[in-house]
C-alpha cells in the first residue's frame, strides 16, 4: 500500500499535527508514504522518518486576492505533480479541503481519495462552495474529525467515517513527569491562530476584568505579526504573549484553565486539540457552545461551555473555580476520564482500518 497525503500549509496548528500523527502511525506499520506540503516552511510535519518528501510552493498572503491566486496556482503545481507520480493503486489522502489539486488528480488518475476533515468555516461562501464541491466529485471516503462536523457537512453517496483526533502517546507520557497536583486556579492559557475570530480580543478583555490572575496567550504567527495586529490594543500586565512554540508542554503544566474563545457565528470549532492537550495535565477547560469541541467538555463537569463574548459569565465562572477548591479538584478529575476516549493507539488502528476498506 502507498498513500500520498497533501496538506497545504505546514506550520504548528491543530490540522498538520493531526497528519503527522498519521504519519507516523502508517510508517510504523510500513506503509509506504509519500508527503506533498508547501516548501521553506517549518512545522509539525518536517522532518518525519521514513516519509518521502515532496514539495511545492505556496505563500500565504495577507491580500484575500494575491492568497487567492497563490492558492490556485500552488494547486495546479500539485495535481500535475501527483498526476505523474501516482499509480492507480495509490490512496490519495487529502488533510483539510485546501489541497484540492491532489483530489483533483486523484480522481482524473483512478486513485481512491480519502479526505480527512477539519473544517466547515471556509471564507468567503463561493470559496467553500468550490472546494466542498470538489470534495464532492472526487472523494470516495470522508473522514471528520467530529460528529458534530459530520452533522453539519454532510456528504451523499460517500463512505462515512467519524475519527475523533487523538493525543499523542509521547504527550501523555511526559504530561504524566510533569504535571503536578494545582491547589487552586491562578493561570489562565489560551493557544490558538492569531486571527480576531479566535477570540484574541476577548482573551485580552478578560484579563482586564481578572487583574489578579495571570494570562498567557500563545500564537501561531511570528513576533512582528502579534506586534502589527496588537499595535492599537492595550494589553494589561498580567497578560504575557507568545509567538509560535515546538513545545507546549511548559505552558500546559503552568497553567490551572486552558480557554477556547472562538467566536461561534465567524468560526466554529470542528474539535480543539489544545483543549486536549490541556486536559493531559489535569486542566479544565472554558470552550464555546456549540462546535465539535463540545464532544470533549461536559458543561460542570470537565469545563464549562461559555460564549467568548459573554465576558461577566467567564469572570463569575472563572472566580467561582478558584473559589471553590472541591468544585475545582472535582473538574481536575473528570478531565483524565474523559481522556481516556482520546487515546492514539485507537486513532492510527481506526484509520489504519479506513485505508484497509475496500
Known amino acids: 500500500m502507498k498513500v500520498i ?13 493531526v497528519l503527522m500523527q498519521l504519519l507516523k502511525g502508517w510508517t ?44 490556485v496556482i500552488s494547486q495546479i503545481i500539485l495535481a500535475i505533480k501527483i498526476w505523474k507520480t501516482s499509480s492507480r493503486e495509490d490512496i490519495i489522502y487529502v488533510n483539510t479541503v485546501l489541497p484540492f489539486g491532489a483530489a483533483l488528480a486523484g480522481r482524473i488518475k483512478g486513485c481512491r481519495v480519502i479526505y480527512h ?14 472546494l466542498f464541491g470538489i470534495a464532492k466529485w472526487a472523494a470516495k471516503d470522508i473522514v471528520y474529525v467530529s460528529n458534530y462536523l459530520a452533522s453539519t457537512e454532510p456528504f451523499e453517496g460517500k463512505r462515512i467515517h467519524i475519527l475523533h483526533n487523538a493525543i499523542e502517546n509521547e504527550f501523555i507520557a511526559k504530561a504524566n513527569q510533569l504535571k503536578e497536583e494545582k491547589l487552586g486556579l491562578e493561570n489562565i492559557l489560551m493557544v490558538c491562530s492569531l486571527k480576531s475570530y479566535k477570540g484574541v480580543y476577548e482573551f485580552i478583555d478578560l484579563a482586564h476584568s481578572l487583574s489578579d490572575y495571570s494570562f498567557r496567550l500563545v500564537l501561531n504567527a511570528q513576533h512582528e505579526e502579534i506586534s502589527s495586529f496588537f499595535n492599537a490594543t492595550s494589553i494589561p500586565e498580567n497578560v504575557t504573549i507568545y509567538d509560535s512554540q515546538t513545545d507546549l508542554h511548559p505552558f500546559y503544566k503552568w497553567a490551572d484553565l486552558v480557554l477556547n474563545l472562538s467566536r461561534p457565528e465567524e468560526w466554529i470549532e470542528t474539535f480543539g486539540l489544545t483543549i486536549l492537550e490541556g486536559m493531559a495535565y489535569g486542566n479544565p477547560a472554558i470552550v464555546p457552545p456549540v462546535g465539535g469541541v463540545t464532544e470533549l467538555i461536559e458543561n460542570e463537569k470537565n469545563g464549562y461551555r461559555i460564549t467568548g463574548r459573554d465576558t461577566e459569565s467567564l469572570v463569575h465562572t472563572i472566580q467561582q473555580m478558584s473559589t471553590d477548591s472541591r468544585l475545582y479538584q472535582s473538574l481536575r478529575e473528570h478531565t483524565v476520564e474523559v481522556l481516556k476516549n482520546f487515546k492514539e493507539d485507537y486513532f492510527i488502528n481506526q484509520n489504519i482500518q479506513i485505508l484497509n476498506t475496500k
Open 117 to 130: 476533515l477539519h473544517e466547515t468555516s471556509v471564507k468567503p461562501a463561493i470559496l467553500k462552495m468550490f
Open 5 to 17: 497525503a497533501a496538506h497545504l500549509l505546514n506550520d504548528y496548528s491543530g490540522s498538520p499535527k
Open 28 to 71: 510504523k506499520n510500513h506503509i509506504q508514504v509519500e508527503l506533498y506540503t508547501c516548501e521553506g516552511r517549518k512545522g509539525f510535519l518536517s522532518d518525519i522518518e521514513n516519509v518521502n518528501y515532496q514539495y511545492f510552493k505556496y505563500t500565504w498572503a495577507k491580500n484575500p486576492f494575491r492568497r487567492l491566486l497563490n492558492l
